[in-house]
T-cell receptor, first 115, second 109 residues
């Protein structure tokens, strides 16, 4: 009944380390998204996925890698973390039905600090 | 220029007041429009979609002006619980959303 979950909820890491943020959904929604939210910028799309094994870049993909081997999981990896990647990361899903007004449902977010 | 622009506020209003937020978008090909609400340190949640003819949901009224490329949200009889950040959201190609930076509303007793 959890819907969409993210882990960890809080993470502190050091510059240069690899970090993976997890996103899991129980609805079998087709689409999944990763956003970052920074003061003054709102939410910006990093990567998205229309289905398993289909991913595409968003507005700010540099420094991030995603995969989607299963419909329910969409991990986001920072290959070599930088201080500029300190942010709040939100995962979201939508069903992908043929409607212009599909709601996106967001996970609770992961607060990442890169020292 | 940002694709979706909002006045960041904050808007400080007393309980019972009527407050309006505006938002402009730059992509004339945008297909659909939304207002999301975000409470402090929480995830965004859909408040309401914005339809071409305008729509109302209780105390909330949303309007769209495609010719001028702006969207508005009107909140009547503000409650303390309305205090939040309101995000203007535009949907373009596929299911990708573009978010404004948000407008902060603080309702005071």
């Amino acid at each position: 009944d959890a819907g969409i979950t993210q882990s960890p909820r809080y993470k502190i890491t050091e510059t240069g380390r690899q970090v993976t943020l997890m996103c899991h959904q129980t609805w079998s929604h087709s689409y999944m998204f990763w956003y970052r939210q920074d003061l003054g910028h709102g939410l910006r799309l990093i990567y998205y996925s229309a289905a398993a094994d289909i991913t595409d870049k968003g507005e700010v993909p540099d420094g991030y890698v995603v995969s989607r081997s299963k419909t329910e999981n969409f991990p986001l990896t920072l290959e070599s973390a930088t201080r500029s990647q300190t942010s709040v990361y939100f995962c979201a899903t939508t069903s992908g039905r043929l409607s212009s007004y599909n709601e996106q449902f967001f996970g609770p977010g992961t607060r990442l600090t890169v020292l | 220029r940002k694709e979706v622009e909002q006045d960041p506020g904050p808007f400080n209003v007393p309980e019972g007041a009527t407050v309006a937020f505006n938002c402009t978008y730059s992509n004339s090909a945008s297909q659909s429009f939304f207002w999301y609400r975000q409470d402090c340190r929480k995830e965004p949640k859909l408040l309401m979609s914005v339809y071409s003819s305008g729509n109302e949901d209780g105390r909330f009224t949303a309007q769209l002006n495609r010719a001028s490329q702006y969207i508005s949200l009107l909140i009547r009889d503000s409650k303390l619980s309305d205090s939040a950040t309101y995000l203007c959201v535009v949907k373009g190609y596929g299911n990708k959303l573009v978010f404004g930076a948000g407008t902060i509303l603080r309702v005071k007793s």
